[in-house]
């Protein structure tokens, strides 16, 4: 910080005081803003499965599955492995080169990890509206590229599809969503209807 001359008034002395902070406010600013625009990633590296959160979200209540939607869908759909391909292929299409792995956290480079948090809608004869939640997180090392949260919902159910396929669908959906936000991650995205 530069002093005012000496000789100066007191009410100079704080005028330059005053204008000399807001420059080296617009210099900091200046020199940051590149570093927020940095250029998308152009390979990415994840699970080859997307797991699922201990705690995923599932329904329970009197017309839900034995052990709610979340055990069964689990048991009965391959929908980490089936995500996982769905994701890398959209990203794929983005123009991003996508390296799957059993075990991403090794990866230098960009490494994409995402949970499914919630398969929520009952399963079984009580069709009705499905809704899918997945939280992920582009990291390069220990910095934080981008994260976000998306959520798909179906409306009212599928009456022709299963369980199984009516998730499946909804994670194209996120999936769309996840290759459009990898363009120009950010973070604490809401993607889909999150």
Known sequence: MSQAPSG????R?????AMSRPIA?????????????????????????????PDVAGEVGLLATPGGT?????QRCDLPRTFAQTIAAQLRAKGIEVTLAAKPEGASGPVLNIIIEGVLGF?????????LVLRGELRDGEVVLGSFVVRESNGMGALFKNTCEEF?????????DIAKWSKAPRIRARLGSA
């Not at 399963?123 to 809704?131: I, L, N, V």
């Not at 499946?168 to 769309?176: V, Y």
């Open 168 to 176: 499946a669908s909804l994670g194209e959906k996120a999936a769309a």
């Open 70 to 74: 979340a055990d069964n869908i689990q």
């Open 123 to 131: 399963s079984g004869p009580w069709k009705g509206p499905k809704t």
């Open 8 to 11: 100066v008034s007191s009410s």
């Open 25 to 53: 406010f617009v210099l900091i600013a200046c020199l940051a803003a590149p570093l927020a625009d940095a250029a998308p990633p152009t390979s990415i590296t994840m699970g080859e499965e997307i797991p699922f959160a």
């Open 13 to 17: 002395r704080a005028y330059h005081l």
